[in-house]
T-cell receptor, first 114, second 114 residues
């Protein structure tokens, strides 16, 4: 079934540890996105990529990095996790990042940093 | 300060009645608006959208109304069904580089009572 997969589904992590959240899409979409969802704040954009090889910063990029080596994968890395990064993380993709493109979301990764 | 606001965290309606979910925005550069629906443990799914050149868009039981002068949009669901029970996120976008970055509201939990 075409779509977006995210791994892991959930993770408990000690503060200071490094963590990579994985995201893979099989829709051959050019644009991909990472959001975090926090209670009372909705979803906030962390980083995005218009196409393979390019990335950009969203609203809340500090403490996170991304790479886009190919079309399908868009991993999100926390170099040294802190408790404020406890959240649910959603990866999304869209065909081209254009004006009327629909963003399709993965099922999310629930991350707890202790 | 949040640029997209959903001031009602929750809403309960009886099955068969109309559900009206509201959203306000502050950024006059937003020109495209979307509603997403989210079930627990799943990613958001696109529901309906509207461009700023329109004031209404309809898709089956779902209608979105846009009042640009008031910077307000609403989602009407008629008739409401128990399966509509979910969190509804309003989102807005304006051109930003070559990627459409969505700004989300905090969500409204809709409960449709049988």
């Amino acid at each position: 079934i075409a779509g977006i997969t995210q791994a892991p589904t959930s993770q408990i992590l000690a503060a200071g540890r490094r963590m990579t959240l994985r995201c893979t899409q099989d829709m051959r979409h050019n644009a991909m996105y990472w959001y975090r969802q926090d209670l009372g704040l909705g979803l906030r954009l962390i980083h995005y990529s218009n196409t393979a090889g390019t990335t950009g910063k969203g609203e809340v990029p500090d403490g996170y990095s991304v790479s886009r080596a190919n079309t399908d994968d868009f991993p999100l890395t926390l170099a040294s996790a802190v408790p404020s990064q406890t959240s649910v993380y959603f990866c999304a993709s869209s065909r081209s990042g254009g004006r009327t493109d629909t963003q399709y979301f993965g099922p999310g990764t629930r991350l707890t940093v202790l | 300060d949040q640029q997209v606001k959903q001031n009602s965290p929750s809403l309960s309606v009886q099955e068969g009645r109309i559900s009206i979910l509201n959203c306000d925005y502050t950024n006059s550069m937003f020109d495209y608006f979307l509603w997403y629906k989210k079930y627990p443990a799943e990613g958001p799914t696109f529901l309906i959208s509207i461009s700023s050149i329109k004031d209404k868009n309809e898709d089956g039981r779902f209608t979105v109304f846009l009042n640009k002068s008031a910077k307000h949009l609403s989602l009407h669901i008629v008739p409401s069904q128990p399966g509509d029970s979910a969190v509804y996120f309003c989102a807005a976008s304006g051109s930003s580089g070559s990627a459409r970055q969505l700004t989300f509201g905090s969500g409204t939990q809709l409960t449709v009572l049988p």
